[in-house]
């Protein structure tokens, strides 16, 4: 089946610091990758997505690129702020009738100041 | 405007009690879905329905009802409420192939009490 395998959370940094959060998937078929976050007490917002090998997605200093060979989507930024804190959700969808999105389990941030 | 709404935003209600969430889109997808996340923030998927049919199904109680009077609205109807229902429910809606993004409502916070 399909599986997204996120790094386990809490993670806190320090404002301005490098975030890396691991993501890693199995899929039966040739998927598209997404980022979504949630801030605290609102909704899921698309941060980024790839949808094929060696794409890189990114949007507000987050990036992520779309590795086949490692199956792998990790996200990154070079410096975070305290409003970056969040939670931070992988998730894959392949084509077909059967359209969904399978995500992983989530991994919260928190940036101090 | 908003693309994807669901009313209401938060819902606090007794045990037995039957209780809707309505969910309408106004980006002309042709696929939406409701999603639940517990507790824990996990994010599943319970049903999706593509021109107003249902599509995905997954194993949930059947006192949970999706409607679809039109392809632009999803409905979830909630009998004879449970206290692990709480949690908050999302709506969701996409356009095209299995591989399009999927864009998500705010979430409707349900308590049960």
């Known amino acids: 089946g399909n599986s997204v395998t996120q790094m386990e959370g809490p993670v806190t940094l320090s404002e301005e610091a490098f975030l890396t959060i691991n993501c890693t998937y199995t899929?039966?078929?040739?998927?598209?990758l997404f980022w979504y976050v949630q801030y605290p007490g609102e909704g899921l917002q698309l941060l980024l997505k790839?949808?094929?090998?060696?794409d890189k997605g990114s949007n507000k200093g987050f990036e992520a690129t779309y590795r086949k060979e490692t199956t792998s989507f990790h996200l990154e930024k070079g410096s975070v702020q305290v409003s970056d804190s969040a939670v931070y959700f992988c998730?894959?969808?392949?084509?077909?009738?059967?359209?969904?999105?399978?995500f992983g389990s989530g991994t919260q941030l928190t940036v101090l100041p | 405007d908003t693309a994807v709404s669901q009313t209401p935003k938060y819902l606090v209600t007794q045990m037995g009690n039957d209780k809707s969430i309505k969910c309408e889109q106004n980006?002309?997808?042709?696929?939406m879905y409701w999603y639940k996340q517990d507790s824990k923030k996990f994010l599943k998927i319970m049903f999706s329905?593509?021109?107003?049919?249902?599509?995905i199904n997954e194993t949930v109680p059947n006192r949970f009802s999706p409607k679809s009077p039109d392809k632009a609205h999803l409905n979830l109807h909630i009998n004879s409420l449970e206290l692990g229902d709480s949690a908050v429910y999302f709506c969701?809606?996409?356009?095209?192939?299995?591989?399009?993004?999927?864009?998500f409502g705010e979430g409707s916070w349900l308590t049960v009490v």
């Open positions: 969701a809606s996409s356009q095209g192939g299995g591989r399009d993004t999927i864009y």
């Open positions: 899929a039966t078929g040739y998927p598209s």
């Open positions: 790839a949808t094929k090998a060696d």
């Open positions: 998730a894959l969808t392949l084509s077909g009738s059967a359209r969904q999105l399978t």
């Open positions: 980006l002309g997808h042709d696929t």
């Open positions: 329905y593509n021109n107003k049919e249902l599509i």
